[in-house]
T-cell receptor
Framework: AQSVSQHNHHVILSEAASLELGCNYS??????LFWYVQYPGQHLQLLLK??????LVKGIKGFEAEFIKSKFSFNLRKPSVQWSDTAEYFC???????????FGRGTSLIVHP | KAGVTQTPRYLIKTRGQQVTLSCSPI?????VSWYQQTPGQGLQFLFE???????NKGNFPGRFSGRQFSNSRSEMNVSTLELGDSALYLC????????????FGPGTRLTVT
């Protein structure tokens, strides 16, 4: 069965710092990859997705993620975070033989102004 | 375009009771998926319905069931509630099914006492 690991459970940054959140999945093959964000008191929103093509994916709010097939990774990045990026971030993977999407445990990001 | 709506938003039940949660997908979306979100387990897939048929099912006991109506609205039922069923239950809708690109509702917070 597919598993998704988000290695950073809690990340604390100051505004303007760069961000990279790790996401690794276990099962190869054709995969669809997603990052979702959950702002405090709000529902989960899609940040970006990868289905095929250019492995560097641009999302909303200045976020991007890079799919590295050989490393089974889909890390999320942002060059300069803002206080408003404080949220919980979830990586999700669908595929690798399963139609059921698997979510990582989430990473809590706190950005200090 | 209205988003995914879930009712009720909060619910308190007693162990042994049963509960029904409702989800109305985005207009035009035919797929509805349900997830259980807890601090310890993260987001776990319950099941997906597409055109009134259950297409995928996660690893949950038979006490968890669902259905979808012809207007794509979906209900989830949990019978014989246990304390461990306390969680945020999320509904997500998608246009084509297969949980490819989902839009999440705000969730129903269920507390079992």
């Amino acid at each position: 069965a597919q598993s998704v690991s988000q290695h950073n459970h809690h990340v604390i940054l100051s505004e303007a710092a760069s961000l990279e959140l790790g996401c690794n999945y276990s099962y190869g093959g054709t995969v669809n990859l997603f990052w979702y964000v959950q702002y405090p008191g709000q529902h989960l929103q899609l940040l970006l997705k990868y289905f095929s093509g250019d492995p560097l994916v641009k999302g909303i709010k200045g976020f991007e993620a890079e799919f590295i097939k050989s490393k089974f990774s889909f890390n999320l990045r942002k060059p300069s975070v803002q206080w408003s990026d404080t949220a919980e971030y979830f990586c999700a993977v669908k595929g690798g033989g399963s139609y059921i999407p698997t979510f990582g445990r989430g990473t809590s990001l706190i950005v200090h102004p | 375009k209205a988003g995914v709506t879930q009712t009720p938003r909060y619910l308190i039940k007693t162990r042994g009771q049963q509960v029904t949660l409702s989800c109305s997908p985005i207009s035009g979306h035919r797929s509805v998926s349900w997830y259980q979100q807890t601090p310890g387990q993260g987001l776990q897939f319950l099941f997906e319905y597409f055109s009134e048929t259950q297409r995928n099912k996660g690893n949950f006991p038979g006490r968890f069931s669902g259905r979808q109506f012809s207007n794509s609205r979906s209900e989830m039922n949990v019978s014989t509630l246990e304390l461990g069923d306390s969680a945020l239950y999320l509904c997500a809708s998608s246009l084509m099914g297969g949980s490819v690109e989902q839009y999440f509702g705000p969730g129903t917070r269920l507390t079992v006492t």
